[in-house]
């Protein structure tokens, strides 16, 4: 790291992720190895059209982008299923987000609180992800990817997130328009497409 930015950004990074991490432990179909496929299925659903509106209504409430108001629906299906009140989430394949998923907080609060971390995430991108884990000193343990293993990519038609090639578990929301078209993508050697299936009608 030469310049500046990737200074400020690399010590912003470490006050984020300092301490002990959370580990999401979602429950696998199949066990890990040393040296996975990373073959993706992807399981596309819908959203419910009344639940789709509220959700839109309540982004415009907040002040939120509908983005940040999926990213948190995503947060709690993970904690729910990994059994984790606090998660890392990668987000547009260069940043972590904390997402904290305490059953006692509600999900405008959570909303919110993604929200701001977004916006301050956006001006702190200048290290890759992949290349976070080295900096932080935080090696991915074998199958795994570095600090989280479930992504969330938005899709608008203005902007394109790649895969981050790593992961477990990843959303992909496609926006085109008032179109919003949700899908999982999941690793097929640790997840049969039943299970995610079977995740997708809890969303």
């Keep these: 790291m030469n310049d500046q930015t990737d200074q400020l950004d690399a010590s912003f990074w470490r006050e984020q992720l300092s301490g002990n ?21 992807q399981a596309p659903f819908q959203v419910p059209a009344d639940v789709a509106r509220q959700i839109e209504y309540l982004a415009e409430r907040e002040g939120a982008s509908l983005s940040s108001m999926y990213l948190a629906a995503y947060a709690i299906l993970l904690s729910r299923y990994g059994n984790a009140q606090e998660l890392l989430i990668g987000f547009t394949n260069c940043a972590v987000i904390r997402a904290d998923c305490a059953p006692e907080r509600s999900f405008t609060r959570l909303v919110r609180e993604i929200a701001d971390r977004v916006s301050t995430i956006r001006q702190h991108q200048a290290i890759p992800l992949g290349l976070l ?12 990817a570095p600090f989280c293993d479930a992504h969330f990519d938005w899709e608008s038609t203005e902007t394109a997130q790649p895969l981050h090639p790593a992961c477990d578990l990843i959303l992909r929301i496609r926006e085109r328009g008032e179109r919003i ?14 299970t995610i299936e079977r995740m997708t009608r809890h969303f």
């Design 181 to 194: 078209t949700p899908s999982v993508l999941y690793r097929k050697d640790l997840f049969d497409s039943s």
């Design 21 to 41: 991490l959370p580990i999401l432990d979602l429950p696998l179909d199949h066990r890990r190895t040393a040296k996975p496929s990373y073959e993706y299925g």
């Design 133 to 144: 884990g080295q900096l932080m000193n935080v090696p991915a343990a074998p199958g795994c």
